[in-house]
């Protein structure tokens, strides 16, 4: 079974940045695109940014665009979000995982940004 471990998050103030990292035991990682997703409290799981299997093409949700950066090292099997700019609406807590969700879901890593 794949298993996804997000870390990173933590509390910043408006303006700040972050760092996400997530690592896959999937031997399958460089075959698959990803994304992040996050779910704030009382709302829907969302995805934020995409990434293609070799890293060449990346996609964001318009909320985020321009402010977050995704990335990934596939020999490392590790994905990457870059979130500079942070607002208080990107609290949530941060997943990463296929394009269409199909690995297990890791337990995430929790985005606060607060003054």
């Known amino acids: 079974q794949v298993q996804l471990v997000e870390s990173g998050g933590g509390l910043v103030q408006p303006g700040g940045s972050l760092r996400l990292s997530c690592a896959a035991s999937a031997y399958t990682f460089s075959s698959n695109a990803m994304k992040w997703y996050r779910q704030a409290p009382g709302k829907e799981r969302e995805w934020v940014a995409r990434?293609?299997?070799?890293?060449?093409?990346?996609l964001y949700a318009d909320s985020v665009k321009g402010r977050f950066t995704i990335s990934r090292d596939n020999p490392k099997k590790r994905v990457y979000l870059q979130m500079n700019s942070l607002k208080p609406e990107d609290t949530a807590v941060y997943y990463c995982?296929?394009?269409?969700?199909?690995?297990?879901w890791g337990q995430g890593t929790q985005v606060t940004v607060s003054a």
């Open positions: 990434i293609s299997s070799s890293g060449s093409t990346t």
């Open positions: 995982n296929t394009d269409f969700g199909a690995w297990s």
